[in-house]
């Protein structure tokens, strides 16, 4: 059964840090971009941050740029997402994908996960 799993989330200070999985059962997340989106409440879902499959190449939607850091450890098969500095408007549920579609794409359970809640409170 192909699928990804997110693990990390939680609760965290502001100022903090925090660090999310996406780890890959099924297929090689080696041969995928994979992006990291994020739903607030209210909000509409937003890609945050994407990294290639060939060159490690990474974006980063401006908003997170400086704070966090998306990477990839193929041994694992296991993309990062590290929070550093979060602040509480980060609160989310946060969601990995493989090919870093669209964030108004209707998710296909196969190569997105179930996602992941942080929040970010004192």
């Known amino acids: 059964q192909v699928h990804l799993v997110e693990s990390g989330g939680g609760l965290v200070q502001p100022g903090g840090s925090l660090r999310l999985s996406c780890a890959g059962s099924g297929f090689t997340l080696e041969y995928y971009a994979i992006g990291w989106l994020r739903q607030a409440p209210g909000k509409e879902r937003e890609g945050i941050a994407c990294?290639?499959?060939?060159?490690?190449?990474?974006y980063y939607v401006d908003s997170v740029k400086g704070r966090f850091t998306i990477s990839r450890d193929n041994a694992k098969n296991t993309v990062y997402l590290q929070m550093n500095s979060p602040k509480p408007e980060d609160t989310a549920v946060y969601y990995c994908?493989?090919?870093?579609?669209?964030?108004?794409?209707?998710?296909?359970?196969?190569?997105w996960g179930q996602g992941t809640q942080v929040t970010v409170s004192s």
């Open positions: 994908a493989a090919g870093c579609p669209d964030p108004t794409a209707t998710p296909d359970s196969r190569y």
């Open positions: 990294i290639s499959s060939t060159d490690g190449s990474t």
